[in-house]
């Protein structure tokens, strides 16, 4: 099946730096959608794009899909407190199985 | 409007038992889906209702099962469980069913543990 990849694994940052992570997939995408999850809750969806080549912003996130369908990345500008948590990435197959997720990326924010 | 609520929120049980975990979806959302999330495998597709009927299911065994009531209510259950259920089930709303661009709305999960 499905495959992504999502790196880096964890992310130790300063507030107020700028953030980057990514996510391909062994095969072309019709859709990348970036989730965050904080603790001791479920995903909720941050940007979802439907287009090779799109690149939209949500607030400080920018998320692009990748020309080759085959990968995504987001961006965090001027970090703060409350962006620590999960990111992941994940596809909704086009088909009936269900988002297929990354393994996320842990961001932690060092005061 | 109110979100996707989850009950249990926590539930510890000991190998040999079921349990059944239930989800309220948004209110109008027809189609529930239910993930795993663990650790090591991190989130995993269960199997999803639309229309009380079982649309698909993930690569779990039979010990995992579902239903949708006509209020689009859902119930999972695991029967015997096993350690290596220990997770964090989470369930997912949308309007439609999955494999269109609608966007699935996760509850806060249920953490089961089996001791």
């Known amino acids: 099946g499905q495959q992504l990849n999502q790196s880096p694994q964890s992310m130790f940052i300063q507030e107020g730096e700028d953030v980057s992570m990514n996510c391909t997939s062994s095969s072309i995408f019709n859709t990348w959608l970036w989730y965050k999850q904080d603790p001791g809750e479920g995903p909720v969806l941050l940007i979802a794009?439907?287009?090779?080549?799109e690149l939209t912003s949500n607030g400080r996130l920018t998320a692009q899909f990748g020309i080759t369908r085959k990968d995504s990345f987001l961006n965090i500008s001027a970090s703060i407190p409350s962006d620590v948590g999960i990111y992941f990435c994940a596809d909704e197959g086009g088909g009936a199985d269900g988002l297929t997720f990354g393994k996320g990326t842990h961001l932690i924010i060092q005061p | 409007k109110a979100g996707v609520t989850q009950t249990p929120r926590y539930l510890i049980k000991t190998r040999g038992q079921q349990v059944t975990l239930s989800c309220s979806p948004i209110?109008?959302?027809?189609?529930v889906s239910w993930y795993q999330q663990t650790p090591g495998q991190g989130l995993q597709f269960l199997f999803e209702?639309?229309?009380?009927?079982?649309?698909n299911k993930g690569n779990f065994p039979g010990r995992f099962s579902g239903r949708q009531f006509s209020n689009s209510r859902s119930e999972m259950n695991v029967s015997t469980l096993e350690l290596g259920d220990s997770a964090l089930y989470l369930c997912?709303?949308?309007?439609?069913?999955?494999?269109?661009?609608?966007?699935?709305?996760f509850g806060p999960g249920t953490r089961l543990t089996v001791l």
């Open positions: 794009l439907y287009k090779a080549g």
């Open positions: 209110s109008g959302h027809r189609s």
């Open positions: 997912a709303s949308s309007l439609v069913a999955s494999g269109t661009t609608d966007t699935q709305y």
């Open positions: 209702y639309f229309s009380e009927t079982q649309r």
